[in-house]
């Protein structure tokens, strides 16, 4: 038996993203996105409310970074996805994250979130629902050496991304590996 929910869209896992600015005074902003994934190889694309202060600042210096919400940072995570950076200008100092100077986007970084992406800004287009479309060009990840495994690659499950659950309105963490993409599937051929 299956139960209808109707036209609500349940898509599993949403990354629970942290794009991270610079407003126009140079202080660092921070905001949890979900609406975002990769686009291709080095590429993201990132579905914004056009009245976000951070789509402002993305348009103003083409520059903006993404991190990954973890297991560690979901407390964080999920402040800077409840308070509003016009309203609280100062809501990254009052989270208590350490910022980094990114050394190659204009944008910051945050030493508490292990893995991030720095991205530079690729297309910037109006939405059919009056949102903003970003697209980012990935110029460097980078990786804090606690979330790499034996050869220096990145390790998801030392990472431990958390996702945002639309069903529940929670978090969830990812990160146990269940199988070897393309070639566990060739057991069928």
Known sequence: MRKNFGSKAIITPLPVLIIATYNEDGSPNAMNAAWGGQREEDQIAICLATNHKTTENIKARKAFTVSFGTRKTAVISDFFGVVSGTKMPNKVAKSGVH??????????????????????????????????????????????????????????????????DSAAHAYRVLGEKVGNAFRDGLALK
């Open 99 to 164: 910022v980094i100077k990114s050394q190659n986007v204009d944008a910051p970084m945050f030493e508490e979130f292990p893995l991030t992406l720095e991205c530079k800004l690729l297309e910037c287009s109006p939405d059919m629902d009056g949102s903003t479309y970003i697209v980012g060009q990935v110029v460097n990840t980078s990786a804090d050496e606690s979330v790499l495994d034996e050869k220096g690659k990145v390790d998801l499950g030392k990472v431990e991304p958390i996702s945002y």
